[in-house]
């Protein structure tokens, strides 16, 4: 077997594919009989999902009638994917040396502020960016008391100048009038120049769009991550939740496995 049908449990996130037909319960008992442990044939089958939705092509012979997830329970079935499970020792010496890179400053910490589901829901999401980004005092205390709403934010391109548009910020009850800010005042990012122009190029496309994904902390400095999207249909938004019903199908059945 090929290393590239050995998965490991590092995502579990579903991506576009659809299905026409739910999942068959017989499926999901056959396959807790190959990984009797319910998380981790949860875990599995949603992450061959996303590996199918990106592309790859099916281990098995299918037919029009089968989903993602349909794919991923029969290929387990099978034996054409296999759990690879971490050692233990494998995993202290990783903490170890993440631990230590923590200690000497070379590894950063970060702490998420705010995230975009809807940027994830309405947008196909292709490379992300790191920035910077310009903010008053009491843009920043507003931010570390959790005022800031993403939902609606997005990033363009004017006069060679990368800027976020749309990024709530509340005032900061205690500021004076001097020192008060705008809400959703326009708030200038921090690129490289090569980096502003590719966004420009990617954002002239037809449809495409920078929504700011997330606001985080990195070094007790506010980054924020922008990605270059793709504007969903109707159809895609339609295949993603038939996925996530597919997937709550699949822990319904395995709940009622266990509870024989």
Not at 76 to 105: D, F, M, N
Not at 119 to 142: C, M, N, P, Q, W
Request: charged fraction near 30%; aromatic fraction near 6%.
């Amino acid at each position: 077997m090929s290393q590239d049908n050995i998965i490991s449990l590092e995502s579990t996130k579903t991506g576009n594919r659809g299905s026409t037909l739910p999942m068959k319960s017989e499926l999901v008992y056959k396959a807790a009989l190959v990984i009797d442990d319910p998380q981790k044939l949860i875990n599995l089958v949603s992450k061959r999902v996303r590996q199918l939705n990106s592309g790859r092509s099916p281990l098995i012979p299918t037919v029009p009638s089968m989903g993602a997830a349909d794919i991923a329970l029969t290929e387990i079935i099978e034996g054409k994917i296999k759990l690879r499970e971490i050692p233990i020792i494998e995993l202290w010496s990783v903490a170890s040396q993440r631990l230590q890179l923590y200690h000497t400053g070379a590894m950063s910490t970060h702490k998420d502020i705010a995230t975009n589901r809807k940027a994830g829901r309405d947008f196909h999401i292709g490379e992300k960016y790191e920035a910077g980004i310009e903010l008053r005092g009491t843009e920043v205390k507003s931010i570390r008391s959790g005022k800031i709403n993403i939902s609606d934010a997005f990033a363009r391109v004017d006069k060679g100048q990368l800027f976020l548009y749309g990024c709530d910020i509340q005032p900061w009850e205690t500021a004076g009038v001097w020192f008060q800010h705008e809400s959703k005042r326009p708030r200038r990012l921090l690129l490289h120049k090569r980096e502003i122009l590719k966004l420009e190029h990617a954002s002239a496309v037809k449809g495409a769009s920078l929504p700011l994904l997330r606001v985080y902390w990195k070094n007790d400095k506010v980054k924020v991550e922008i990605g270059i999207g793709k504007g969903k249909t109707h159809s895609d938004q339609r295949h993603d939740l038939k996925e996530k019903v597919e997937l709550r199908e699949a822990a319904r059945e395995m709940a009622r496995f266990n509870q024989r």
